[in-house]
């Protein structure tokens, strides 16, 4: 464990920022990675990257994940040949007649579909996509719109994989500490009022639809408004179904095309989600969450999707030919997708060969007093999410460490405060990481390009997380989480008002 175990990461982000060639950056910062592991031998190296490559894709869940992503892009892709998408667009276009009300659909489809992330952006970007594309939104505030509502509601829940996950452990750190008298799932709901970060997340995106945008967003949607163009000059959405698949085989296609699959995606992943988890054998819904096994469910989800699909193609006349070249070209828009999906699994791979996470844990340990440590906890947590760009990672690597460390010195009252402190850093990490697979995702669904969806995105994310930080300051001066999150949301709504406002006054751009 030392300093060099942070070089990798911070050599992809700064090079994806830099470049804005996210395979390019990732890939050469998992040599990077390789050349630490290896003491300097470039060759080994080379051997190496490979070789974490070719680990990351054979572990079982994650070619799952691949298998589940390939068969999300078949789905969608049946969705819009068989006009579905564009029947969509026809009874939406009647109500929605301004960007406004237009940019509130993902957000409160984003609220709605709260089981999975991955899920979320799958339904939100294709139910949206297109709408958006007529009003001239930018595939940058779209992309935003997703990311900032998917993550963020399926930590809070009412119920969803992400819950199962965090309440599995926390059971383990009660475990851990013979911690008896308090129940996980009850810890869980009391720790919600303290993921700051989550809560002012899913409250700016309203306040920044209904406001005015700011920073590289007021620019992105300046360029969409004025010359139409939904992503920046020389830059490539993570996928193009129009540039895939050709013309939808049904123009005049029903809203149905859409929904039937839509719906057997849902209710085939919830179903699947309890049943491998055990849900059939008389497992309560939460138990059965903490116990399921997500890549399984949402593929049989995503496989149903497709299928369905196909169905309507051919009750619509598409010949088998037309049926396999959709297949083919539903993958192909997710290959650049797949690719960074596969590389970014790998730079964690190198973050936890170095020792990353436990470096910074252990860089910090020194700080820590009672009141600084939901603010300490929430800034690891925030480092290591970014820098390894999984949120699941960086709670399962904190909340044994940081749950101790609470009751140890504060007693159970500390406990909630800190792990909201844990899922909040998570989630801000993830949200503003290059290399994080949900961030790939929002981009994958938007058809935004990645970079730029992440260069619009940080200055957006720093507000709630800069107001949560503080917040977590001055938890020790004010015990209710409640008066700090008032206080905290009427600050975020002159902040991001203050920030609309200058923008607009300095360059008076629309958007």
């Avoid at 998917?150 to 926390?170: E, H, K, N, R, Y």
């Avoid at 997710?334 to 964690?348: D, Q, Y």
């Avoid at 947590?381 to 940081?402: C, E, K």
Wanted: contains cysteine; hydrophobic residues 50%.
């Amino acid at each position: 464990m030392d300093i060099l175990s942070i070089v990798p990461p911070i050599v992809a982000v700064v090079m994806a920022i830099i470049t804005k060639r996210v395979l390019f950056s990732l890939f050469i910062s998992i040599w990077v990675g390789g050349l630490i592991a290896a003491g300097g031998n470039p060759f080994e190296a080379v051997g190496q990257t490979f070789t974490w490559m070719k680990d990351v894709m054979v572990d079982p869940w994650n070619a799952r994940f691949l298998v589940m992503t390939a068969l999300l892009g078949t789905g969608a892709a049946f969705m819009f040949k068989t006009g579905g998408s564009e029947g969509l667009i026809k009874i939406l276009q009647k109500r929605l007649t301004t960007k406004k009300r237009v940019l509130f659909l993902p957000y409160f489809l984003g609220i709605l579909i709260f089981f999975n992330d991955y899920v979320n952006s799958v339904i939100v970007g294709n139910a949206t996509k297109d709408i958006t594309k007529k009003h001239k939104i930018s595939r940058e505030k779209l992309s935003y719109v997703i990311d900032s509502t998917a993550a963020p509601m399926a930590t809070i829940g009412p119920v969803s994989d992400w819950i199962g996950f965090q309440v599995s452990l926390i059971a383990a750190a009660f475990a851990s500490l013979s911690i008896v008298g308090m129940e996980p799932y009850f810890v869980f709901l009391q720790s919600i009022p303290w993921n700051f970060y989550a809560i002012l997340c899913l409250l700016a995106v309203p306040m920044i639809i209904a406001g005015k945008d700011f920073g590289p967003m007021a620019k992105a949607e300046h360029r969409a408004h004025t010359t139409g163009k939904l992503i920046p000059d020389g830059s490539t959405p993570l996928s193009s179904v129009e540039q895939d698949l050709g013309e939808p085989f049904q123009k005049e296609g029903s809203v149905w095309n859409f929904i039937l699959p839509l719906v057997t995606l849902i209710s085939v992943s919830i179903w699947g989600l309890w049943y491998s988890g055990g849900g059939a054998t008389g497992k309560s819904m939460m138990d059965a969450l903490a116990d399921t096994d997500v890549s399984v469910a949402l593929t049989w989800g995503a496989f149903a999707m497709t299928t369905v699909g196909i169905i309507l193609a051919l009750v619509q006349g598409m010949g088998l030919k037309k049926c396999e070249d959709t297949l083919l070209g539903g993958i192909r828009t997710m290959l650049p997708a797949l690719i960074i999906i596969v590389l970014a699994w790998s730079i964690g791979t190198v973050t936890a060969e170095l020792g990353t996470a436990e470096f910074v844990v252990s860089a910090t340990e020194g700080w820590m007093t009672t009141a600084l440590i939901p603010f300490l906890v929430f800034a690891i947590s925030m480092f290591i999410s970014f820098a390894t760009g999984t949120s699941w990672g960086t709670m399962s690597i904190l909340t044994p460490i940081a749950i101790p460390l609470a009751y140890t010195m504060g007693g159970e009252e500390l406990i909630p405060i800190v792990i909201g402190a844990i899922f909040a850093g998570a989630i801000f990490g993830d949200h503003v990481s290059p290399i994080s697979d949900t961030t790939v995702m929002a981009s994958i669904f938007s058809e935004s390009d990645h970079i730029a969806h992440v260069n619009t995105q940080i200055p957006y994310a720093l507000v709630p997380a800069g107001i949560a930080g503080v917040m977590y300051l001055l938890y020790s001066l004010i015990g209710s989480s409640i008066i700090l999150l008032i206080v905290g949301i009427v600050v975020q709504f002159f902040l991001l008002r203050y920030l609309g406002n200058r923008h607009e006054k300095k360059f008076g751009e629309v958007g």
